[in-house]
């Protein structure tokens, strides 16, 4: 049985790690390689950053984040500094991704996780 491997990608914005992810994904999958999972990409309008949609390795694509957006009404609303998360659209792209992980698919199962830690310490955006 392989050794399982597991690599995290780090880095500040602008670096490369959403491409990266989309990359390898793309000659894991031309290589035969079975590959499931989803990614974060901003969303700019007017060379500005005004959120991030969740794309999954199937093609499927929502918002995940914008500045300032409205959250529905009568649900609480989800803010990330700057950003209100729209929890249905992860909800219904990539939580399906995440609950199909098996024993024998967890090892290529790609995913390009978000987190905030960086921007809370320093001020700056993931």
Request: hydrophobic share 35%; net charge positive; with cysteine.
């Amino acid at each position: 049985m392989p050794m399982a491997r597991h690599v995290f990608l780090t880095g500040p914005p602008g670096v490369g790690k959403t491409t990266l992810i989309q990359k390898a994904s793309e000659v894991l999958q031309s290589s035969g390689v079975p590959v499931d999972g989803f990614y974060t990409q901003e969303v700019r309008q007017g060379g500005r950053r005004i959120g991030f949609d969740v794309v999954t390795l199937s093609g499927a694509r929502g918002p995940l984040s914008r500045v300032g957006s409205q959250h529905p009404p009568g649900k609480p609303e989800c803010r990330v500094g700057q950003y209100v998360v729209d929890l249905a659209s992860f909800e219904q792209l990539a939580l399906p991704v995440l609950r199909n992980v098996t024993k024998e698919n967890r090892n290529s199962l790609l995913t390009d996780i978000v987190t905030c830690v960086q921007s809370s310490r320093t001020g700056s955006s993931s």
